[in-house]
């Protein structure tokens, strides 16, 4: 997840930052549209920061799950879709792994 996220980020990033500097180079002709495209292309930039929140909590939420153990467990019946109500882990639970 996390390497798509940083590969989509980097797209993103990229061909703003590129057309912050084509902007730079004709913003000489109409300098209102020029400052409303440079508005729009900095929202953007700045909008990709959830990049980094994202990869932080991924790393949190590996870490926590890697202490727990696994032996004995299969994987088989996380394939079945989500938990049974009464089994599994309930919203509560799951919200607060995310929160820390």
Same mark, same amino acid.
């Given at each position: &997840?996390r @390497? #798509? &996220?940083? $590969? +989509?980020? *980097?797209? &993103?990033?990229?061909a =703003?930052?590129?057309?912050? @500097?084509?902007?730079a180079?004709? %913003?000489? +002709?109409? =300098?209102?549209?020029?400052?409303?495209?440079?508005?729009h292309?900095?929202q &953007?930039l #700045?909008g990709?920061?959830?990049q *980094?929140l994202?990869?932080q909590?991924?790393? @949190?939420?590996g870490?926590?799950?890697? *202490? @727990?153990? %696994?032996?004995g467990r299969r $994987? *088989?019946?996380?394939?079945?879709g989500?938990a049974?109500r009464g089994?599994?882990l309930?919203q509560t639970t799951?919200?607060?792994?995310?929160e %820390?």
């Amino acid at each position: &997840i996390r @390497q #798509e &996220i940083e $590969a +989509g980020v *980097d797209v &993103i990033l990229t061909a =703003a930052t590129a057309g912050l @500097q084509e902007l730079a180079a004709i %913003s000489e +002709g109409d =300098a209102a549209m020029a400052g409303r495209l440079e508005a729009h292309l900095l929202q &953007i930039l #700045e909008g990709c920061a959830f990049q *980094d929140l994202t990869g932080q909590r991924l790393e @949190q939420l590996g870490a926590m799950l890697g *202490d @727990q153990p %696994s032996a004995g467990r299969r $994987a *088989d019946p996380l394939l079945n879709g989500p938990a049974l109500r009464g089994q599994g882990l309930d919203q509560t639970t799951a919200d607060r792994l995310l929160e %820390s």
